[in-house]
Every structure is written in structure tokens, then in C-alpha cells.
């Protein structure tokens, strides 16, 4: 993008919908705190409402050729937001609840090896999704699951950007589901609750 200022917001959408790179960083700098704000209200949680923006910028960019559409951003991000929240929230309830009926099963069936042997799966599985990350983003993953380091932690262990780790992270988390989808034996639903 050149340095010629740009008349209205309109002008950057447009740019964004054409798939400029820097025009679309001004848009994420320009909403993305106000509107972590916002997710935050809906959900309660720092970590959550830091991934939701994340994933609604991502999806704004994989559809930014509707961009050029859209003549008042602001209450279109917003509405995006909003739904992506609350389809968000929906989801994690029922993966809460089947994990709860989970447990509950385990739990009554403490002296079954098969229910052990099904856990040791998920861990391998896992593990392997996570050996077949790059090697910044493995990092990344692994200084957050393993040593519960925060992003800003992360950042300055690694001297990288904050934005960096959070897209580390919700690339990390894609793929690791992704490659557990390959695997039928794999109850997706225990991935959200593994430790971060």
C-alpha cells in the first residue's frame, strides 16, 4: 500500500477486499482492542475473548472480497463478532456437557484398562498433531500447555510480537484439530479441554 492518505474507511475496505495486507493490519489495529472489549462483556474470559477477535479477523480476511460491500463496518464487525460469540459459547457448552458425561463414564469405570488405553490414545494423538507443527509455532503451543506462560510471556521469551503468538496459537489449536479429525477413534470434543 502506498502512502497516500486515504479518504475515508471505505477506501481501506476496498483496499483489504483487494487483498492488501497493509490495509488490513490498519484494520486490525485501528478495532481489535475496542472489540476485545466488546467479546469480553459477552463472555467473561480474557483468553477466550483474545481468541474470538483473532478468529473473527481471520474470517473477515478469508471473506474479505465482500468487503467492498459493506458501507458501514463498524455494526458489520460488531454483528460478526457478536454471532461468532454466541455460536462460540454454544459450542463450548455442549462440548462441556458431553465432557462432563464423559468423566462421569470414566469415572464409573475406574478399573477398566480400555477406558485407560482410550486416554493414553487421545495424549498420542495429540502429540503427534503437535510434533507435526513448525517449529516456532510447536514452540509457541508448548511454552503456553506446558509451562502456562502467558502470550505477552510468550512474546518476550521468544522476542517475537504478541500478534505473532496469538496467531501461533489459533493456527496451533486448527491444526491439532484438523489432525485429529483424521483419526475416527478421536473424540474431538476432549481437545478444547486439554491444558493451553
Do not use: C
Not at 116 to 121: F, Q, V, W
Not at 161 to 189: D, F, G
Request: glycine share 4%.
Amino acid at each position: 500500500m502506498d502512502n497516500k492518505p486515504l479518504n475515508s474507511e471505505l477506501d481501506l475496505l476496498l483496499l483489504v477486499s483487494q487483498g492488501d495486507e497493509a490495509a488490513f493490519a490498519r484494520l486490525f489495529h485501528a478495532y481489535h482492542q475496542r472489540l476485545g472489549a466488546f467479546v469480553f462483556q459477552l463472555t467473561g474470559s480474557l483468553s477466550m475473548a483474545e481468541e474470538i477477535v483473532q478468529e473473527v479477523f481471520i474470517r473477515i480476511w478469508e471473506k474479505r472480497d465482500k468487503l467492498s460491500q459493506v458501507s458501514h463496518f463498524h455494526p458489520y464487525l460488531y454483528t460478526t463478532a457478536k454471532n461468532y460469540t454466541f455460536s462460540f459459547l454454544k459450542k463450548l457448552g455442549r462440548e462441556l456437557e458431553h465432557k462432563q458425561q464423559w468423566e462421569m463414564t470414566v469415572t464409573a469405570d475406574t478399573g477398566n484398562p480400555f477406558e485407560e488405553t482410550m486416554d493414553a490414545r487421545y495424549r498420542r494423538i495429540i502429540d503427534e498433531a503437535i510434533e507435526e507443527l513448525p517449529a516456532q509455532r510447536q514452540r509457541v503451543y508448548l511454552l503456553s500447555r506446558d509451562e502456562g506462560l502467558r502470550q505477552a510471556e510468550i512474546a518476550e521469551r521468544m522476542a517475537i510480537s504478541r500478534e505473532t503468538v496469538k496467531k501461533h496459537m489459533v493456527l496451533a489449536l486448527r491444526a491439532i484439530r484438523s489432525y485429529a479429525l483424521t483419526h475416527p477413534e478421536t473424540n474431538l470434543l476432549l481437545l478444547l479441554f486439554l491444558p493451553k
